[in-house]
């Protein structure tokens, strides 16, 4: 009998140098939230500098009430799908508040942010379509293909002329094509050049859908997101979210002007077979969409906090992943075990960001990534900047100096 | 294995070195992610360069059959037959 577990030998193995470098990156507990931006991990007060909160509207004394009251009124769990009887009144209101705040006629909540992205492929897509995606694109866009059955072509990562490139190979009447970027990549913070990519779709016609997990709520003049920064929301067919980010709850949406939108409901597994959004979860979402809409001042401090970030790191002389400002800085570092020593480091001292690693990461770069949240004080972001300086910035002098004495002794 | 097979091989093969860091000889069997040990991604993007060089695309659906070198010989074989 070969043992199912054989094949997982080498990421226990991968695990285990892990554990002995300190801390368990993929299995790190907080004992204690203290606010948006502090918990107690370890026995330590540490400041979240990598939680995707980036308006920080987990502690929103709104949105909690909000929260406790559908607890009340509604319950704990809907034990029900959306076909069955998990629809509620709640559900239905925040479709129709975020349709309205996309500015979009559809939008269909899904129990999470990933089976939004599994949803929207699987509802759009069928085994005789073509979907091109973008090679860095999330873990939960690559599933939502797979799911789809449709055929997949991957274009390399924001670049218009490879997707025109494999277009002009594929004949146009052998099924529908959809396209699929994101606003904001999740690894590096670069955003889609999106008035390249829909040159390309004037040119070959296909329908696109943006994914604004990490740019709902942060982007653009109404915090749409990136279509709504570029001004180009009308050549976007269909837009894809979260809650778990910039709305501080778990959840997730696809939203459309599409007359035929709502087949999504009917034709999708992930939409169909899995219980709805719990009534607490929804109703503290409707209500951080309204706070959202209310109080453009978050995506306006969460833009100042990027900008003091990006601009300490790279005053400390360290290489960011993407030039562009955005709530998502990635640190480049030199290889695996320097990046966990790092890591750890930090830790100790005081402040959580994301380790990624390869294969998670684009051009199997070694990354210490940064999420800045608009809860975040001016000196929590100079703490960040500082033990950046202490870990990051001198680990990669000591580092360089070490392989000069390695050069000269050889 | 035909003529045109065989350059298709040494074409892989020359475009995989950049991948095959632990310089495993390869052969017609050899499975391109377990015996080179390289992971999803790095599979995917040396397809990109098979891509690249002969202007065809490779689905992800089509690679996810595709084990040895000789099974991306043919997926290559059969993706420029069809133009």
Not at chain 1, 48 to 76: H, R, V
Not at chain 1, 94 to 119: K, M, P, W
Not at chain 1, 254 to 273: Q, V
Not at chain 1, 360 to 382: E, F, W, Y
Request: proline residues 4%; contains cysteine.
């Amino acid at each position: 009998m070969i043992d199912l577990f054989d094949k997982h030998q080498s990421s226990v193995e991968r695990h285990a140098r892990m554990l002995q470098a300190g801390a368990d990156a993929v299995g790190l507990t907080s004992a204690k939230l203290l606010s948006p931006t502090r918990a107690i991990i370890n026995g330590r007060e540490t400041v979240l500098a990598g939680t995707n909160n980036y308006m920080g509207i987990t502690f929103d004394p709104d949105c909690i009430a909000a929260g406790k009251q559908a607890l009340d009124a509604f319950g704990t769990g809907t034990t029900g799908s959306r076909i069955a009887n998990g629809t509620y009144g709640l559900h239905r209101e925040l479709e129709s508040e975020l349709a309205d705040f996309l500015g979009r006629q559809h939008c269909i909540v899904f129990t999470t942010g990933y089976q939004a992205n599994l949803g929207m492929m699987a509802g759009l897509a069928g085994p005789k379509d073509t979907i091109f995606l973008d090679a860095d694109s999330h873990s939960s866009i690559y599933d939502g293909c797979t799911l789809s059955g449709a055929s997949l072509v991957r274009f390399r990562h924001n670049d218009a002329a490879d997707l025109d490139k494999r277009l002009a190979r594929h004949d146009p009447q052998a099924g529908g094509r959809l396209v699929v970027l994101e606003g904001i990549y999740s690894m590096i913070g670069d955003r889609a050049p999106l008035a390249e990519f829909i040159e390309v779709k004037h040119k070959h016609g296909f329908q696109l859908l943006v994914d604004e997990a990490h740019s709902f709520g942060v982007l653009g003049p109404n915090g749409r997101g990136l279509a709504d920064e570029a001004g180009l929301e009308a050549d976007v067919d269909f837009v894809v979210g979260t809650f778990s980010k910039s709305v501080g709850a778990i959840g997730g949406f696809g939203a459309g002007d599409h007359p035929m939108f709502n087949a999504i409901r009917y034709n999708s597994r992930p939409y169909m077979f899995t219980a709805s959004p719990s009534p607490s979860s929804v109703a503290t979402s409707l209500a951080a969409v309204r706070k959202l809409k209310a109080e453009p001042q978050r995506r306006h401090r969460l833009a100042a906090n990027s900008r003091r970030l990006f601009d300490g790191f790279h005053s400390l002389g360290l290489e960011t992943c993407c030039d562009t400002v955005s709530p998502v800085i990635a640190v480049k570092c030199p290889d695996e075990p320097s990046t966990i020593g790092m890591w750890n480091a930090l830790l100790e001292a005081g402040v959580y960001v994301n380790i990624a690693l390869p294969p998670g990461t684009p051009n199997r770069q070694c990354l210490l990534r940064c999420s800045v949240s608009a809860a975040h004080t001016q000196a929590d972001i100079d703490r960040i900047i500082e033990l950046f300086g202490d870990v990051v910035a001198s680990g990669a002098k000591m580092l360089d100096a070490g392989q000069e004495k390695m050069a000269q002794r050889a | 294995m035909t003529s045109s097979s065989n350059e298709i091989f040494a074409k892989l093969s020359e475009l995989l070195m950049p991948f095959n860091s632990n310089g495993i000889e390869l052969k017609p069997d050899t499975e391109i992610s377990v015996d080179l040990d390289i992971d999803s991604v790095s599979v995917m993007d040396f397809v990109m360069e098979v891509e690249d060089h002969y202007n065809i695309d490779i689905p992800l659906n089509v690679l996810a059959d595709t084990h040895t070198m000789s099974d991306l010989v043919k997926v290559v074989e059969g993706r420029i037959a069809q133009g």
